[in-house]
């Protein structure tokens, strides 16, 4: 059983940058590729990026690409994303993800998630 707690959203104003993380319990974080999705009020769970087991190759939506980066720390069995220069339309809850082996932006392909965390961009 892996169990997922993110941490670090938060208001920020357009342009500014957030970084979140989240971090896991249990064992072998480094079989699992670690995913970020989002959700905006009124509007569908969408994939933002993920990050292969060793950290060496990730994957962003087209939407984020060039702003935001993940990365992970096996030492420390946590992951990290950067966002910078945010827009309004980034303000949504904040999920990581996990599952085994190999990357995937289709949310149901996560065996594991976080409660959440809220990124509230003002314009």
């Known amino acids: 059983q892996v169990q997922l707690v993110e941490s670090g959203g938060g208001l920020v104003q357009a342009g500014g940058s957030l970084r979140l993380s989240c971090g896991t319990s249990g064992r072998a974080f480094s079989w699992y590729v670690m995913a970020w999705f989002r959700e905006a009020p009124g509007k569908e769970r969408e994939f933002v990026a993920h990050i292969s087991l060793s950290g060496g190759s990730s994957y962003y939506a087209e939407s984020v690409k060039g702003r935001f980066t993940i990365s992970r720390d096996n030492a420390k069995n946590t992951v990290y994303l950067q966002m910078n220069s945010l827009k309004p339309e980034d303000t949504a809850v904040y999920y990581c993800?996990?599952?085994?082996?190999?990357?995937?932006?289709?949310?149901?392909?996560?065996?594991?998630w976080g409660q959440g965390t809220q990124v509230t961009v003002s314009s």
């Open positions: 993800a996990a599952r085994k082996f190999s990357g995937s932006a289709y949310r149901h392909e996560y065996e594991y």
